[in-house]
């Protein structure tokens, strides 16, 4: 097996970049991409300098970003980032946005940074090496009952079709009210991933995947010992429509709530 960690310290290297200009500078000018969807000047910004940064010191990995799309040769291997995930909370002032680098393997998540700049938490993880908290050993959740679980969810859809897609959303988070201790929505899927495999959640529920949301958290929540599927219970990848996510004995209970929803929800 290919040993990813060894490219750590270059991924760690471009989260440096895109921390210090996060912290230094200001959001900028806001680009409106759809309805109600944003992106700031430094979203652009913190994309371009990491790119290059990559391309010049590994050009044959490709690249991914949420802001300007595919560069490279994405055959193998593939850098993702979303140069600023929770660009409405980071635009409001919130700190709970987050810098993500993660690095796939054909479909999928091998090597994932996640920094929280304004939190001063940093995650990483490499495939078959474990998951860190500013360099500190993490372990996910043991909660096993659903009753006892805190859940986070996903951002409520914008955009196209938003009207049948957030029927989805609120019949899920209508099954959670009734059987989980709390939910929990951060707007930041990287956060989210993060604070699982950290056991700040004990499950995390999204509707949609977008590579440069999940490559990073979903290695970082695995190598933590968490369990990251699609909405069918398969092993989640670039190509899952949906990212569930829990310890192993969670995970089922809260996938079959899920399934139940999207199907009284259909009807």
């Not at 970082?220 to 398969?234: F, K, M, P, S």
Request: glycine share 8%.
């Amino acid at each position: 097996m290919t040993d990813y960690a060894r490219l750590l310290p270059l991924a760690q290297e471009a989260v440096d970049l895109a921390r210090d200009l996060m912290r230094t500078l200001q959001p900028g000018a806001l680009t409106f991409k759809g309805d109600r969807d944003m992106a700031s000047e430094l979203d652009y910004a913190i994309e371009r300098a990491v790119r290059e940064h990559l391309a010049a010191k590994a050009p044959h990995i490709g690249f991914l970003g949420e802001e300007y799309g595919s560069s490279g040769d994405a055959s193998t291997l593939t850098w993702a980032l979303d140069p600023v995930d929770g660009t409405v909370n980071f635009i409001h002032g919130s700190p709970l946005c987050a810098i993500s680098l993660g690095l796939i393997h054909r479909t999928h998540s091998v090597l994932g940074v996640i920094d929280l700049p304004f939190l001063g938490t940093r995650y990483h993880a490499a495939t078959g090496h474990g998951a860190y908290a500013n360099n500190r050993r993490i372990h996910a959740s043991g909660v096993t009952d659903l009753k006892d679980a805190v859940v986070a969810i996903g951002d409520y859809a914008v955009g196209t079709e938003a009207s049948r897609k957030n029927t989805e959303r609120l019949a899920v988070t209508e099954q959670l009210a009734q059987h989980v201790q709390r939910i929990r929505m951060h707007g930041s899927a990287a956060i989210d991933l993060a604070w699982l495999a950290h056991g700040r959640i004990d499950a995390f529920i999204m509707l949609n995947n977008k590579p440069w949301d999940t490559v990073a958290g979903v290695v970082i929540a695995r190598e933590a010992g968490a369990l990251v599927v699609d909405i069918d219970g398969t092993r989640h990848s670039v190509d899952a429509v949906a990212t569930v996510a829990g310890n192993d004995l969670l995970l089922p209970p809260i996938l079959t709530l899920v399934q139940r929803a999207l199907a009284r929800a259909a009807t």
